[in-house]
């Protein structure tokens, strides 16, 4: 099988390369992802909360990548993330790709609201958090919400199919080479180019790839921590000021980086599955409430010499965790682990906080997390409260593990071209985002680099 350009992953990041090249060449292209169709990827997790293992899981692959089934947060910032002004060296680049990714998915069905605030409310919030040592970061954001962000999807793939992209859905790619990648089913597609953005389900799957290939790669940061949740009333006065907030704290006795991530205002905490472990995610609806917000709350780890796989070091705890919990997520009230005791039904049904996740186990958290770890999340907790009064409250709940598996770094130039030629990478799965908009971006970054090795002129790479 022949053809111009071969886009591994379905996600941002292929979809928006995808459009790129289609929109601005007559190439060829086969968009492959090991996931299913827009329309079949019902994962339980988006309605009861509990996964059931798929495979491929449908929750992290298939059209639309992990983000299709997320509260579908579009945060309009070029350096929330990820940081596209490092990646593109121009400030002016990475906000037009921001504001560019944005018209595209309100073109496909995106609510044309966006959260914002005046300037008075930010101020006055990020005063309040300076106050207590904790950087406020105001961020704009479009809410597509995990109930109508497949709608949204399935326009943008409907698009591409009538652009003359040609799909490989339930497809797994099992080795790329330099102008050729082999499949499962032991087919072959030779093509010019090859764009590697297999999202974050992928990235090992990617680092084995680049390893092959003598590409250099290192290893990234991960985050490590716990889904917080607390009633909704608690966090309302912040919801109002920036819909997801996002706090930057460094803990007291270790100094160690800690922040918010993935705000579900009155949403529901959900499984997620990574091969043999079971962590948490957050979903907020458009049209379904709870009485609860949740976030994420989360510890930055960087190993150095001798020990540097942070990848491994976090699945270590993960494996720990998902085995302390019986295969399921555990949940403990934040006074518990105060008090260095395991949770129980009986102190979580006293609690003033109904849990919205109930296929967990009841726990110690600080019998799987690292003592400096617990640390961060009590502290940072404690100094959140001061911003955000309740957070710190006895009957707050934390599920665990939430641990974010960025991928490893790989090297590539300004055009996200690898050392191999006509060998791209996009995305999270390649460790250049962390996010739907920067992802998309990077999948346009590339593209561009493509188009740019065809003569089309779209960035000036000098």
């Known amino acids: 099988m022949q053809t111009d350009v071969v886009i591994i992953g379905a996600g941002p990041a292929g979809m928006f390369a995808a459009l790129e090249l289609a929109d601005k060449s007559n190439l060829k292209i086969h968009l492959i992802d090991m996931g299913r169709d827009i329309n079949e990827r019902k994962c339980p997790a988006t309605i009861t909360g509990v996964c059931e293992k798929c495979n491929p899981c449908s929750q992290m692959s298939g059209i639309g990548g992990a983000g299709t089934l997320s509260s579908g947060l579009l945060n309009l910032r070029p350096d929330i993330g990820g940081n596209l002004e490092a990646l593109t060296g121009s400030s002016e680049l990475s906000w037009e790709l921001v504001r560019y990714v944005d018209n595209v998915f309100l073109k496909y069905g995106a609510p044309k609201n966006v959260y914002t605030a005046d300037d008075e409310q930010v101020n006055e919030l990020a005063r309040k958090a300076a106050a207590s040592g904790i950087r406020f970061v105001p961020i704009p954001q479009r809410h597509m919400g995990t109930d109508n962000t497949p709608r949204v999807i399935a326009n943008f793939k409907d698009d591409l199919i009538k652009k003359g992209i040609r799909l490989f859905l339930k497809k797994k790619v099992t080795l790329i080479e330099q102008g050729k990648v082999k499949l499962d089913d032991g087919s072959d597609i030779h093509c010019s ?79 997620e599955v990574y091969d043999s472990t079971i962590g948490v995610n957050g979903h907020a609806m458009l049209t379904k409430k709870s009485e609860n917000t949740n976030f994420a709350f989360l510890v930055r780890v960087n190993l150095t010499e001798p020990i540097e796989d942070t990848t491994a070091y976090g699945q ?11 295969g399921k997520p555990l949940l403990q009230r934040l006074g518990d682990l105060k008090q260095w005791r395991r949770s129980t039904w009986g102190r979580i049904n006293r609690s003033n906080v109904k849990p919205t996740l109930l296929n967990v186990t009841p726990g110690d958290i600080a019998m799987a997390f690292p003592h400096r770890i617990v640390t961060d999340i009590s502290e940072g907790l404690d100094k959140l409260d001061n911003v955000v009064p309740g957070v710190a409250s006895s009957s707050t709940l934390l599920y665990a593990p939430e641990i974010k598996f960025y991928a490893n770094l790989i090297q590539v130039d300004l055009k996200l071209e690898t050392p191999v030629p006509n060998l791209f990478v996009a995305g999270d799965g390649a460790g ?19 188009l740019h090795k065809e003569g089309i002129e779209t960035i000036n790479y000098s």
Not at 437 to 444: D, E, R
């Open 316 to 326: 270590s705890i993960a494996a720990i965790t998902t085995t302390l919990g019986g």
């Open 432 to 450: 250049l985002s962390g996010g739907i908009v920067t992802s998309a971006a990077t999948g346009i970054i590339a593209a561009r680099g493509i």
């Open 193 to 271: 180019y090859v764009l590697a953005a297999p999202g974050r389900i992928g990235a090992a799957w990617l680092a084995e790839q680049v390893r092959k290939l003598n590409i250099p790669i290192k290893h990234g940061p991960i985050d490590i921590g716990v889904r917080v949740e607390v009633p909704a009333i608690v966090m309302d006065p912040v919801i109002e000021v920036n819909y997801d907030p996002k706090f930057h704290i460094y803990s007291k006795t270790y100094d160690d980086f800690v922040r918010t991530f993935c705000t579900n205002a009155r949403g529901f905490v959900v499984q």
